[in-house]
Each structure stands twice: as structure tokens, then as C-alpha cells.
């Protein structure tokens, strides 16, 4: 029997299971994955910013892939492959394989300056999402405390870097946040004063819209109290500071959403990788010279008929773990593989509570037309049938109640004996 | 106008601020906590299980309290009371008070093993809730992966130590997960055989109840696979393993539930405690000699008229914090104080999700109808109402699909540079 291991329970590598899953062909599968959950990402920024609770995101991927009896699930780390001899490498031992899906997804990439990490958390996991959390929240707790007005001031100055879809979501909601939900809760600040500005190096947000849309996008994040810095590459970083080329900016809380970079791994493979470090991928996904061994998702590079990578998305996953597996099951059937061919259906990015933009090629839409379609798809998307209701039942009591659900700070540690005294 | 200043915002600090933000009275009420939330914590077992979200047990307590334009909440910690100048002396400065209401709860005692706290966690915090929610859901993951049947064992065996209402409903929780939840999902494990131990150094668990209702609750646990060892206290405890007297069993999850004792500020303030480190109160619930600094819920140890002291239940704290706001307004308005009394309606304990055990003196009652009293009154006291709608929606979706909707594990550290190559 054929032994198939996916690493990574993202989109693709639970796409790709769930057709091996699906098919009555005699292969056993090995989905490993670093953490126990399958991650909705693209909420992750209502994590980050109180509007959704952790579980309500992710799921346990054995419990989506339990009913299938050929899938065994393990959590553990992926370290290398040994291509001669067809093994994963893994923190528990060597996995031997006959074919291998690699969907390990990015990281975030502080380009020359990985010091910044501590300083400006990335978004891209739960306990990311958590942190980012825990500093906001955080922040309005101190500036409530402080009697010296330039420290408030300091306190109450958020800065996003990064002006793409997950930057221009996370000021979206800062700002609504403190324009309208905190806004009674607190006695020595006016939370509506918070200061919020979203930096990008580029001459505009969400370059992959129109100028047209951006233009709207930025007004619409004015309108939430956020301001748009452009052409505007952070220099320099400190606990307490943000330079921006001669300017220097105040600031307790730094939120980073600019850049992505390949994992570790594949640095290690030999393999050909594109400037961002993705995996370059042939016609049918695999890597070139490893017909066997396969890259799906944002761990992957390929390009389209027009010679241009295609876009980090969820789709982009889910087909190519399909497309991936369909492929696989061919082949041991004995037919040929067929390359990989997306079309591109539209992108969206949303503005706060009311308003998102929307891009279908041959038509864009904008404001609540556009955020409805983005709530639709969302919550249709959400794996799992308990998340996807207690998501649509919290947002709409929160869209009624203008509170937050989830703005509980928790600490870094668990134990009593280290805060004695602290 | 007079400053009240309440410690702690659990279930007597906020019953206090609440008679006080009713009150048409002239009274200035700062509330301070060292986190920022409320924490229902009948129910944090339920978080430790994978049951509930952190967010669904717990709420803002600036929240709570933001439409009491009279009270301000802090985020900080009480360090000491300078009983001279009447100020509470805080991490963030000194806070001048015309009356003090101390309510900051207990912390989990290891007796002379401070060293322990690390082996096996406590359930007091939301942090604490999440630790023991990793570990244990760790233990199956790391168990699926290994091949060696002794360290399987070890993996699969979960000691609870403490026989009390924490511990049997830990146990009974853990029974149901292994029993039920969790048994189609592994490939290489059984989780219906993990062994589960209850250890009670006492003669029985649950002591506050009658022997044949403790007798009872062993039973029901047993059902669910869990082993109850009376007379067994811990007499060692190293990674790996637990000692109880001769006998010594691997275990690779322990978790706390024996014993408690008073915060460290306690301590510090030269004042009548009890052995497990309570204020002595007088009749009023004020500290002798310190007429102006009152006591509530678990920090404080008031002797009835059998001169036994209350039991550290949420009921005698909500009554507590009310007859304390209601003096202090009374002396404000140049009325006398009124001796504070309790009369105790009952006790539940609950093992698993369909039997308990309730005892309201004159009857008693077990099984599923103490378990549906049990259901009743712990969603109906959940603070706020989002919390309560969801928490009945979570357990009526958990009962039918026999799902764990939290079953997430989350890393201790959010940094990507943390876990390169590990």
C-alpha cells in the first residue's frame, strides 16, 4: 500500500487528505502538523483583536480527519527530507514515504532585522494572535493608570506596519474598537483619542487592488480614526519607539504585518526557491528532479501562464492540495498526472464592521455590499459546523451590542510563585 | 465625597461595587485587580477540559461595571495596607482609601513543596486553566506518536490529587473526554484505556457532603473510569512520576487540587489569620482594630454561630460583598453597622455531564436531576449575558455531538525565532 505524508494541516494538506480520504483507493496517509489545530486564518486578526475567541478559529485536525480510517494524524516538526532514501525527517524519528505533500505555509520575515520580533509580534498563529491581544488590551489598562500625559500619549499610539489585507483588517478593528467599543469603559482616558497609523513602504495600501479601491479602502480607515502613512519603510525600532525615515513616533505597541518568508525547511532542501524563499513548483506542484514530492499553498511558487506567481490565498491552497492529490491517485491507477490550472475567482479585504472591498475582475464592489459578501464567504468557509455557527451567533450579537466577546488578557505564565511581589 | 477601594473583582469585590454603583449615594468606588478579568471560577474545570473557552467563563470587569459612572476599574497588584494613612500600597503607587474591602480570593497551597507547582498545576487562573488543558491534551498527542508501550502507559495515566469538588470534577471530566470524546480519533492509541487516579489523603472524597453521597460520587467516577485512592496522601513527586507511601506510579500529568492558602499579602499585614493563612473577621467582616478595612469570599475566615468558619463558596462571598457595601453606606448615612449572617442553602459537586450530588440539609439529591439543578444554576449565575447564551448553546451542541469544541493546544511562547529547528 502507498504511504502518502502531508506535512501541514492548512488548507492544502487538509484538502489534500480529505480526497484520500474520500477515495476507495488503497493509501495510507500521514498528515504531520507542528500545533493540534487547523487554523482559519484569515479571522485571525478578530483573535488578535477581542472580536473572536481562539476555538472559535480552529479546529482539532484529527477531529476533522477521524471518520477517515486510512489517516493517522501526528503533531510534530518537520526538520528535513532525505530524498535518496524517500524519508521525512522529523523531531520524532524518520517518516518513510512513496509520496510527499509539503504545505508548511510561511512565516513572518523582519528582513535583516529579526530583533524586531519582540518588539512588533506578526500575525500569524494563535499565540500571536494572543500576544497582539494582551499588548492592546494591555495598553488601554496602563494609559488608564498614568497620570503623566506624554506616557499616555505613548501608550495610546498604536502603529501597524505593513499596509496589505492584514494590516489595513487589524487598524481596521483597532480602530472601531476604541471609536466604539471601549468608549464608555474607562475614567482618566478617552480611549476615541487613540492614535492609530498604518505604515506602508509602498506608494499605497492593498497594492493588489485597483488604485481606485485603495483610494477607498484608506478613506474608509480614516473614517475609523486610522491614519495612512505611505511610502513610508520603518528604519529603525526601539521598546518605547518607531523612526520612519527623519520622523520618530511615540509608541508602546507595534503590530507587524509586513513580509513573509519561507520556513526553515526549506532552506534545507537543495531545492530552487524564489526570492521570498517559496519552493519553485513544476506544471503538476512537484519539485523538479522529485517527482514524488510535492509543495502546495503559500510554501509554494508557481507560476501562472502569464509568468506570475500566484497569490497567497486560501483558494490557492485548496485547489492545489486537490489538484495534488487527484494527481497521486492517478497515478498509482496508472494514468498520467494533469497540470495544475486556477482561476482566479476575486480577492477581498474588509474595513472595520460595515464596509470591505471586493475584486471579481470583471466587477468590484465596495462598502456593505461588499462586507456582506465578505461575512458570507467567511463564515461559509470556517471548518467545522459548531464554529461556524457560534461565529455567525457572536457577530451578530456583537454587531448589535458594540462589545467585544473576547477581550480577556491573559499572562504569559501560569504560576502563582511568579508574581509574588511582581 | 468618600473613596471606597475594592481588592479583587471576583464574586464578593464585584457585589460590593455593585451595591455601591446602585446606591444613589455619594460614594467614589475604585475597584483593583490584578487581572482584568472577572472569572467564573465554578466552571474553569470545564476550561482545564476543553469544554469551554477561556472567554465564556470570564468577562471584563470594566465591562461589568461601565455604566456606574462612580466606579473605576485598575489593573494592578495590592502589595500591602498602610493601616496609619490609610493607603493600599499598590505596584503602580499608593492609593489613599476612606474604606477598604480586601476580597483577593486564595492561591493553591503545596504545603512545604513549593517545588511541585511546576510538576503539577493548580486550577485557580484562566493561565492555570490553559496549562492543564495543553498537558493533558499533550499526553494523547505524544502518546500516538510512541512506540514503546511502558512510555505509552506512563503518557496515559493522569494522577488528581485532592479529593474536594475541584478534583472529583477534574476526574470526572477527564473520565468522560478519554471515555467518550476523544475515542475515534487516535490510530495508535486506545484513550478508553487511560488510566485516571483520583488520590484523597483523607478517609473520603468529598468530605463536606454525607458518606453516602461520597460514596456515590465514587461510584459515578468509577463509571467513567476513574479510580479513587483514599487514604493516599503524596509523599513525593518528581518528572515522571508520583509516590504515595510505598507505592509509586508513572504518570506523566499530575494536577493539582489539594489544599489552598491565603495570598502573600495576608502575610504582610500583621493581622489575626487562620492556619490556612484567612483573616480572622469580626461579626461586621472588618479586621479587628481596623474598623475602616473589611474582608470577603475565600481571603476572609468568619466563624458562624457554631463558631465553624463559612466554606469558601461563592454564595458566602456574594453575601459577604453586599452586607459589607451595605454597612459601609449605612455609616456614611450615620446608621449603625448590622452583624453580617449567612444561612446556606446547599452544596453541589458534579462528576461528568449527567450526574451530581447536591445536599440542601434538609434533602438531598443525586444523578441526573442534581445534575440538571447543577446545569441551572451554574449558567444562570454566569456574569453577562452573551456569556450565559453561549455557554447553554456550547453545552447543549457538546451534549448531542459528544464533541470538545476547545480541544486546542497552544504553545507557552508566541516567537517564531523560538522554535526554529525544535
Redesign the interface.
Known amino acids: 500500500m502507498k504511504h502518502v505524508v502531508i506535512v501541514g494541516g492548512g488548507f492544502a494538506g487538509l484538502k489534500a487528505a480529505k480526497v484520500f480520504g474520500n477515495a476507495k483507493s488503497d493509501v495510507k496517509v500521514t498528515v504531520i502538523d507542528?500545533?493540534?489545530?487547523h487554523l482559519f486564518q484569515p479571522l485571525l486578526y478578530q483573535v488578535a483583536t477581542a472580536g473572536l475567541?481562539?476555538?472559535?478559529i480552529?479546529v482539532?485536525i484529527?477531529?476533522i480527519l477521524?471518520?477517515f480510517k486510512n489517516i493517522?494524524?501526528?503533531?510534530?516538526?518537520a526538520?528535513g527530507v532525505d530524498f535518496t532514501n524517500n524519508h521525512l525527517i522529523t523531531?520524532?524519528g524518520n517518516v518513510a514515504f512513496d509520496y510527499l505533500i509539503l504545505s508548511c505555509g510561511v512565516?513572518?520575515s523582519y528582513y535583516d532585522h529579526?530583533e524586531w520580533?519582540?518588539m512588533a509580534?506578526?500575525l500569524?498563529?494563535?499565540?500571536?494572535a494572543?500576544?497582539i491581544r494582551r499588548r492592546i488590551?494591555?495598553a488601554f489598562?496602563e494609559a488608564?493608570?498614568e497620570a503623566d500625559k506624554s506616557k499616555q500619549k505613548k501608550l495610546l499610539t498604536f502603529i501597524i506596519v505593513g499596509g496589505g489585507p492584514t494590516g489595513v483588517e487589524l487598524a481596521g478593528a483597532i480602530g472601531e474598537m476604541t471609536r466604539y467599543t471601549l468608549g464608555?469603559?474607562?475614567?482618566?482616558i478617552d480611549p476615541k483619542l487613540t492614535r492609530i497609523i498604518l505604515l506602508e513602504a509602498g506608494p499605497r495600501i492593498l497594492s493588489m487592488f485597483s488604485a481606485s479601491q485603495s483610494s477607498r479602502a484608506t478613506r474608509d480607515l480614516e473614517s475609523l480614526g486610522v491614519q495612512v502613512w505611505t511610502s513610508s519603510p520603518v528604519t529603525s525600532m526601539d521598546n518605547g519607539s518607531i523612526t520612519v525615515g527623519n520622523e520618530r513616533i511615540e509608541t508602546a505597541t507595534v503590530l507587524w504585518a509586513a513580509g513573509v518568508t519561507a520556513t526553515?525547511l526549506n532552506r534545507k532542501l537543495g531545492v530552487p526557491l524564489n526570492d521570498q524563499g517559496r519552493i519553485i513548483v513544476e506544471p503538476d506542484l512537484s519539485i523538479k528532479g522529485h517527482p514524488n514530492v510535492f509543495v502546495a499553498g503559500d510554501q509554494a511558487c508557481f507560476f501562472d501562464k502569464s509568468n506570475v506567481p500566484l497569490p497567497p490565498l486560501s483558494p490557492v491552497a485548496i485547489k492545489q492540495g486537490e489538484s495534488i492529490a487527484k494527481n497521486i491517485l492517478a497515478e498509482i491507477n496508472g494514468e498520467s498526472r494533469k497540470p495544475f490550472h486556477y482561476k482566479h475567482l476575486g480577492t477581498m479585504a474588509t474595513i472595520g464592521r460595515s464596509r470591505a472591498i471586493a475584486d471579481f475582475g470583471l466587477f468590484r464592489v465596495n462598502g456593505l455590499f461588499a462586507w456582506l459578501l465578505w461575512l458570507f464567504v467567511h463564515i461559509y468557509f470556517i471548518a467545522g459546523f459548531?464554529n461556524r455557527?457560534?461565529v455567525f451567533?457572536?457577530w451578530c450579537?456583537a454587531y448589535v451590542?458594540n462589545?467585544k466577546?473576547?477581550?480577556?488578557?491573559?499572562?504569559?505564565?501560569?504560576?502563582?510563585?511568579d508574581?509574588?511581589?511582581?
Open positions: 507542528k500545533t493540534n489545530h475567541s481562539q476555538s472559535d480552529s482539532p484529527r477531529s477521524s471518520s493517522s494524524v501526528l503533531k510534530g516538526n526538520q523531531d520524532f512565516r513572518h529579526p520580533e519582540t509580534p506578526g500569524k498563529t494563535l499565540e500571536q494572543s500576544e488590551l494591555s489598562e488608564e493608570k464608555r469603559d474607562f475614567r482618566n526553515e459548531n455557527f457560534f451567533l457572536k450579537i451590542t462589545k466577546g473576547a477581550r480577556i488578557i491573559l499572562k504569559d505564565s501560569w504560576r502563582f510563585y508574581d509574588i511581589d511582581d
